[in-house]
């Protein structure tokens, strides 16, 4: 089934287009990587869905709702931010709470969400350290519960990995694959990196000018690319 569906959706900036007519269904449990160069739109594009950005034209559904007028916090998604932001005078176990406190959510409940995300993340040990007391990758961990704890539809990441050095970049890359293969929910994922759309991805949309040149598994993207562009980016030789 089709959890997050897009039809004709184009957007501007003033009057540079950025999205052009861009459709694509994307179905439950799959993670999508939108692969492209720096411009294409990647951002864009996750930012309206995430309620971020408004769509000029087109629609959007989620889990069969449709979105375009929804603010963020009422769609089901959850983005995970690039910089993993925590706040730092709390303790692990308040930063997982406090986006759920906020909207007056019943302290037993937080506590379960809490407690589930710390299980499914294997971070219970540190639900009472601070943010200075972690490691990077523990950082990341938490910072992925942030967004567990809401029990979204969808997660959206956005180039998650692009601040990291190459050894946590590779680590955190199989840490998601695993996230991913434990919960299998539906999941975004940004970047314009070749080898993490390929190793990450269910199937790969391949942004490039505003427009989708190819959806497909990585093996469809990389031994039938859909135009010289593809082929270029991620195929292989033409
Ligand atoms: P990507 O994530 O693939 O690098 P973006 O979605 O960030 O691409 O950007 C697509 C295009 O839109 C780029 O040309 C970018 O300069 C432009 N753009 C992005 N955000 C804004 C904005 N807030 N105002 C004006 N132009 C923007
Ligand atoms: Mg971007």
């Known amino acids: 089934m089709a959890e997050i569906v897009l039809t004709n959706v184009s957007k501007s900036y003033g009057a540079v287009p950025v999205i052009d007519d861009v459709s694509l269904a994307i179905r439950s449990?799959?993670?999508?990587?939108?692969l492209g160069p720096s411009g294409s739109g990647?951002?864009?594009?996750?930012r309206m869905i995430a309620g971020l950005e408004t769509i000029d034209s087109g629609t959007l559904t989620i889990g069969g709702t449709r979105c375009e007028s929804l603010p963020p916090g009422q769609r089901g998604v959850a983005m995970v931010f690039q910089n993993y932001a925590l706040y730092p005078h709390m303790t692990v176990r308040e930063n997982l709470a406090f986006g759920l406190r906020n909207v007056g959510m019943a302290s037993d409940e937080i506590a379960r969400r809490v407690g589930e995300?710390?299980?499914i993340l294997e971070i219970g040990?540190?639900?009472?350290?601070?943010?200075a007391q972690l490691s990077g990758g523990q950082r990341q961990r938490v910072a992925i519960g942030r967004a567990i704890v809401k029990e979204p539809r969808a997660f959206l990441f956005d180039e998650p990995l692009s601040n990291l050095d190459a050894a946590l970049r590779v680590r955190t890359r199989v840490e998601l694959a695993e996230l991913h293969q434990r919960i299998r929910s539906t999941m975004i994922y940004v970047t314009h990196d070749q080898t993490e759309a390929m190793t990450l991805?269910?199937?790969?949309?391949?942004?490039?000018?505003r427009r989708i040149e190819q959806i497909g598994t990585p093996m469809e993207v990389y031994s039938r690319p859909a135009s010289r562009f593809v082929a270029g980016f991620v195929g292989s030789p033409a």
């Open 117 to 119: 995300a710390a299980r």
């Open 42 to 46: 990647k951002s864009t594009l996750l």
């Open 125 to 131: 040990q540190l639900l009472d350290r601070r943010p």
């Open 29 to 34: 449990g799959e993670l999508v990587v939108f």
């Open 201 to 209: 991805a269910d199937r790969i949309v391949v942004l490039n000018d």
